[in-house]
Nanobody, 121 residues
C-alpha cells in the first residue's frame, strides 16, 4: 500500500473548473494504476476516471474531465471542466501497484482521505 494525499477541492459555480491533485511520497508512482472515485451524500462511491499507461472515464464525465499524471512528481491530476451541481461530492484518489486499469473500487488497496468538491447552481 501507499499513502495518498488529495488536494485542490473547493467551491465553484456551475460551468467552472477545478484541478485535483493526488500525490504520494517515497514511492515510484509510475507502476501504479491510479483512479479517482467520488461519493455524494447518501450515494454509493462511484468511479470517475483511471490512468496507468492509458486512461478511461465514466460516461458521466467523459469530455469534461481529464486525468493525467506526472510520474516525476509522483502526482496524478484530475482536471474538471464544465462542472455541474451533480458533480458535487467528496473525491477520492485510489491506487494499486502493478495492477491493470479498473473502475472497481474493490480492486484498489490504497486510498486518500478525500477532498470536497462543491458546485453551486
Amino acid at each position: 500500500q501507499v499513502q495518498l494525499v488529495e488536494s485542490g477541492g473547493g467551491l465553484v459555480q456551475a460551468g467552472g473548473s477545478l484541478r485535483l491533485s493526488c500525490t504520494t511520497s517515497g514511492r515510484t508512482f509510475s507502476s501504479y494504476a491510479v483512479a479517482w472515485f467520488r461519493q455524494a451524500p447518501g450515494k454509493d462511491r462511484e468511479f470517475v476516471a483511471a490512468t496507468k499507461t492509458s486512461t478511461f472515464y465514466a460516461d458521466s464525465v467523459k469530455g469534461r474531465f481529464t486525468i493525467s499524471r506526472d510520474n516525476a512528481k509522483n502526482t496524478v491530476y484530475l482536471q474538471m471542466n464544465s462542472l455541474r451541481p451533480e458533480d458535487t461530492a467528496v473525491y477520492y484518489c485510489a491506487a494499486r501497484r502493478n495492477w491493470p486499469l479498473s473502475g472497481s473500487s474493490i480492486e484498489y488497496d490504497s486510498w486518500g482521505q478525500g477532498t470536497q468538491v462543491t458546485v453551486s447552481s
